[in-house]
């Protein structure tokens, strides 16, 4: 039966030949992907088959899915990945822990950082729960947030004035992305002991200056927090050159990765100066009950406490490869101009604002924009409903707007759909 239904997946998501090492196989070339596509990331950007790449997605091509700032689809071969190191784990009784190793090495290869400096999370908002919780703050310490902030950055922070009485600073942001430095700047007193940012927002997908902002927080001993909930797999992220103390983001949006994972960065040097904020098994570098002894490991991968899931683990490794074989950069490019070409079109229609900044050094693969005069997020359900178009609505801040994620899968066809469809 078990081998029957392996079959049976397998050709019905056209892949195989997975293999994961440690008597578990995955492919090291991303499986029938890569065999098909060659490799991408070596070609030129008009040398990449986008339609080759879209058939690597299990969901309709009826539904117009311009949501993955929410919620990325995964490529058949992750789901594939997560499906046979599953099988493989159970029939060997295993949780495989230690197959967690590479997957901390691809994500730090992919940020440019140590692979000590990365644990793997559920999500984002874990990674800044984390961040709040570790910073020890008390009544009347600031933190700085904007007002663009997506509620799993901001909630963690907003728990501690409940509960601790810390003062949450709000900064509204520059709609161009112009002045955010000096706004952020200009909020900053003696009390301040973090500033907390998206490197890209979900309201408006403004990059915000995130390398100057850490810089800032260095000079004034500050802890500089990025939210990169939206940046992870739609942009090149070097946070060795960013140089922030924490880094938050999340395998399941743009990276096209596993539900249920993400990852947390933290600074070296800051391993030995904050604990962790909770531990278990594989949190200790030594531990021995009877002589009530506990040292902490000096990685990032002591909140990986206890027993993991794996295969999704895993699963995030291959989204890894996966976005590799078609170049982080093609990738960037692909965005830019799905939102270039949506841009252009509706500028031309009256009734129509974007929001989303147009200097191409602040804005994304995002782009927000609002129809006057109407309640943009009940035409959002409209949208939905009836033609099968699936976007955001924006409702942070009081925008009132609509939100397009332009992915490297989407299409031009699709976002004509879209046109056609809000041409009121």
Sequence with gaps: MREYSRRKFLKKNALGGLCLGAGIQLGANNGLFAQKHLNFRDKHYDEVNWDAI??????????????????????????NTIYESMLSLEE????????????????????????????????ATEGMNIIAQSLKLKIGDEVIITTHEHVGGAAPWLALKKELGIRVVLVDLDET??????????????????????HITCTTGMRLP???????????????????????GMISID?????????TGSGHKWLCGPKGTGFLYTKKELLEKLPPVFVGAYSDSSYDLNKLELTYRNSAQREEYGTRN???????????????????????????KLCEYLRKEL?????????????????????????????????????????????????????????????????????DELIKVIDI
């Excluded at 902002?213 to 909930?229: K, M, Q």
């Excluded at 946070?239 to 880094?247: G, H, Q, R, V």
């Design 347 to 415: 500028i031309k229609k009256k009734k129509i604002e974007v929001i989303t900044p147009e200097d191409k050094k602040w804005n994304s693969s995002i782009l927000t924009f609002r129809i006057k005069g109407i309640n943009n997020l009940e035409f959002n359900k409209e949208l939905n409903t009836k033609h099968g178009i699936r976007l955001r609505g924006i409702y942070e801040n009081n925008l009132n707007a609509l939100r397009v994620s332009c992915a490297f899968f989407n299409t031009y066809k699709e976002l």
């Design 92 to 123: 060997k009784c295993s949780h495989g822990h230690h197959l967690a190793k590479r997957m901390h090495q691809k994500l730090a290869e992919l940020l440019n950082v140590d692979e000590n400096e990365i644990a793997i999370t559920r999500n």
């Design 310 to 336: 794996t295969p999704i683990i895993i699963g995030l490794g291959s989204a890894i490869d996966f976005i590799k074989t078609i170049g982080t950069e093609h990738i960037e490019s692909r965005g830019n």
């Design 239 to 247: 946070l060795k050159d960013i140089n922030p103390d924490f880094y």
């Design 54 to 79: 879209r058939e690597e997605f299990i969901f309709p091509k009826t539904f117009n899915y311009l949501n993955t700032a929410s919620l990325g689809p995964s490529p058949k071969v992750v789901v």
């Design 210 to 232: 995130v390398k100057e902002i850490a810089t800032l927080c260095r000079e004034n001993n500050i802890y500089s927090c990025i939210d990169g909930a939206q940046s992870l």
């Design 177 to 198: 992305g112009q002045e955010n430095l000096r706004r952020i700047q200009q909020r900053i007193t003696k009390r301040t002991k973090a500033i907390v940012v998206s």
